[in-house]
């Protein structure tokens, strides 16, 4: 597979070399900056879990696009502005330990700092303030709404909505801001698919270790202490 051979090309040390010299992070969201998976934890708290967990297994058999297997996922959840808001109030994400440290040393260093995902804005917006995220820095799916607040589907304009929207959302971001050198770290093969256009992948097991993103990833690591150590050391390392 001609990602994965480009994934393997890079050793550990090269990977840590751009990571130190990143211009911008991405960061995608679900089980990486957080702990929760929204999607499938809204599911829950609208009673339909399994229903969906079961869609999300027949969608990973293949033959489904990721917009296809969002819009069925969507579809049994229907969730109304109402739940949304409600669910927000009553699940708050839950952050993984230290990636507020990390994002403040990035911000320190002056590296731009991006959310990038496939979850949805209305949950992920207090994640994103929490985190002095601004807006414009945060690229998700955006739930539509009737008038009366019933559900009525999702933008499929935002560049998240379809598979292969990190990667677009990375090339976006490099166009837009005149970024050069892009670091992308998360637990997922989506995220992995954002390498190229991003210079570099990590791959974060904090919270679940996922065997593909594990065996294709020249530096994967379970902590974000290990993210923190490396940039520390940078000055030593110029120095040297």
């Known amino acids: 597979m001609p990602l994965e051979r480009s994934m393997m090309t890079l050793s550990k040390e090269h990977v840590q070399r751009l990571w130190r010299m990143a211009d911008a992070v991405c960061?995608?969201?679900?089980?990486?900056?957080?702990?929760d998976e929204g999607l499938d934890d809204l599911a829950n708290y609208c009673g339909v879990g399994p229903q969906v967990e079961a869609m999300t297994l027949k969608a990973m058999g293949g033959g489904m696009t990721f917009r296809e297997a969002l819009t069925q996922r969507l579809n049994i959840v229907r969730p109304s502005r109402q739940t949304v808001e409600n669910f927000n109030i009553d699940h708050p994400s839950t952050f993984s330990p230290r990636i507020k440290e990390l994002i403040d040393l990035l911000r320190l260093k002056n590296k731009q700092v991006y959310l990038v995902t496939g979850g949805f804005r209305s949950i992920i917006t207090p994640v994103a303030n929490a985190l002095d995220i601004p807006q414009e820095h945060l690229f998700a799916n955006t739930l539509l709404f009737n008038e009366d607040g019933s559900y009525a589907g999702f933008d499929t304009t935002a560049l998240t909505s379809e598979s292969g929207g990190k990667a677009r959302v990375v090339q976006h971001i490099k166009d837009k801001y005149n970024v050069k050198t892009v670091v992308f770290v998360g637990d997922g093969a989506t995220d992995m698919e954002a390498?190229?256009?991003?210079?570099?992948?990590?791959?974060?097991?904090?919270?679940?270790?996922r065997a593909k993103v594990k065996e294709n990833s020249p530096w994967f690591v379970t902590d974000f202490q290990e993210l923190i150590d490396e940039l520390s050391n940078e000055t030593n390392i110029q120095k040297s």
């Open 27 to 35: 960061f995608d969201v679900d089980s990486t900056v957080i702990k």
């Open 195 to 209: 390498c190229p256009p991003a210079d570099a992948f990590i791959g974060y097991g904090g919270n679940v270790i």
